[in-house]
């Protein structure tokens, strides 16, 4: 509107006032790009000098935390003095060096400046602790807390001042968060329930309160550590979270162990079943071959020589006593008396008196020294509670065979075991072959 009320006679003024108007107006664009520049100089320089501030103080951080030096960390200080990280780390120093009132007032000076640091406060009740200030710890420890929940380190320590202070139920509820979140610590917490409970199993369970499968596993173990009894098998059963290949070693272990009701009850997953309902309890698996066998098995299955040599072992589907199937042995040249053709674990009761009884068949059986069927101690292997008679010729007619035993009041297995009876010669040839088929045992 203002332009449009100019006469023509005022034009001429116009032009004569716009070039100082242009001059004016470069002027102060140029002082103000001037100003503009000055400032921003002013301000990188600034920012540059800070930075080279918190380098050198980052410099003398790190070294006052591998020299442990109270010099280095107050150097770090002046040249940081609002640095919550330098406090932090002086009071660290100052906490290994013993000077816990030192580190007490550091730890609180870098909550000041940065109250939420779940880890200073974590510091703190460290400190705070060291200086017999429970309440304080506690009150230090639940503000960690508060700032990271989900953390198992401020729980654990919690969880230890509060026992310590006589509430032992509030300590194990943090015990028990801390162990949720952190493997590691749960098996602490199961070292710390061990001692507290003096190796009492179900003051253990009490105390831990295991919510997932995966931990009562890992206390079945810690429990194995110890010296399992029948008591801790309960720990080890869930089939869900022990793959078989992992249930085949444990079981192997515990048999090398001479825990041989506990692998049972493992190998058979059901360790709340009562050991006499045990389906392999006293009873020999697969007794009449109708399973496959392999060289590979271990545990309470048929174990067969893994490396025969003058003898091979196979499943007979034309031979058979019961079902359809019997196991051939068939022996061609010198086998060293004693050698292990095969074998299998039975649980047993001790202090009681037992019948095996299997079916045999023989072909042709050549030589000095026969193969026996011998019942072991699986404690003492090399001691032999029975011995078949020598496998004698058959014919073409199948022979049932009865072998009675004892087992000692010490006896919780015994080993079956096909072998040959000591030669009288050096060189003992045999030639042949032996089915056997239906294999029981009963009291």
Not at 286 to 312: M, R, T, V
Request: aromatic share 10%.
């Amino acid at each position: 509107m203002f332009f449009l009320t100019i006469t023509l006679s005022e034009i001429p003024i116009c032009v004569k006032i716009l070039p100082p108007i242009k001059v004016m107006a470069i002027k102060y664009f140029y002082h103000r790009q001037k100003i503009t520049a000055i400032i921003a100089a002013a301000i990188s320089l600034w920012l540059i000098w800070n930075l080279c501030l918190y380098a050198r103080a980052s410099f003398y951080v790190s070294a006052a935390k591998k020299e442990v030096s109270i010099d280095l960390a107050q150097k770090a200080i002046k040249m940081t003095p609002d640095s919550a990280d330098v406090y932090l780390e002086r009071g660290r120093i100052f906490e290994k060096q013993n000077e816990t009132e030192q580190a007490i007032a550091d730890f609180e000076r870098s909550l000041k400046l940065r109250p939420d640091d779940y880890f200073a406060w974590l510091q703190l009740g460290f400190a705070r602790q060291k200086k017999s200030d429970s309440e304080g710890a506690i009150v230090a420890f639940r503000e960690s807390i508060r700032l990271a929940p989900f953390y198992g380190f401020p729980h654990w320590h919690l969880g230890g001042i509060l026992r310590q202070t006589g509430r032992g139920e509030e300590g194990w509820g943090e015990i028990r968060k801390a162990a949720a979140v952190d493997a590691a610590l749960f098996w602490e917490a199961i070292n710390l329930a061990w001692t507290e409970s003096r190796g009492n199993v179900q003051k253990i369970k009490e105390l831990l309160q295991p919510e997932t499968e995966a931990h009562t596993l890992l206390i079945g173990f810690f429990l194995l550590e110890k010296g399992a009894t029948l008591d801790a098998a309960s720990f080890l059963c869930s089939s869900r979270v022990l793959p078989n290949e992992r249930r085949q070693v444990l079981v192997n272990r515990l048999i090398n162990r001479q825990e041989f009701r506990l692998a049972l009850m493992i190998n058979a997953g059901d360790c709340n079943t009562e050991q006499n309902n045990l389906s392999d309890f006293e009873k020999i698996k697969n007794g009449s071959f109708e399973n496959e066998i392999a060289f590979d098995k271990e545990g309470f299955d048929w174990q067969l020589n893994s490396a025969p040599k003058n003898f091979q072992i196979s499943v007979d589907h034309n031979q058979f006593f019961d079902g359809r199937r019997s196991l051939k042995i068939n022996f061609n040249g010198n086998v060293a008396a004693g050698t292990l053709i095969l074998k299998q674990l039975v649980v047993v009761q001790p202090g009681t008196r037992y019948r095996l009884t299997f079916a045999l068949k023989t072909g042709k059986i050549v030589s000095d020294s026969r193969p026996v069927l011998v019942v072991s101690d699986a404690s003492a292997p090399s001691k032999n509670i029975s011995v078949s008679v020598p496998f004698t010729e058959t014919g073409e007619n199948w022979k049932k065979t009865e072998i009675d035993f004892q087992t000692s009041d010490q006896t919780e297995a015994v080993w079956l075991i096909i072998t040959r009876e000591p030669c009288r010669y050096q060189a003992c040839p045999i030639f042949g072959s032996i089915w056997l088929d239906d294999l029981k045992i009963q009291k």
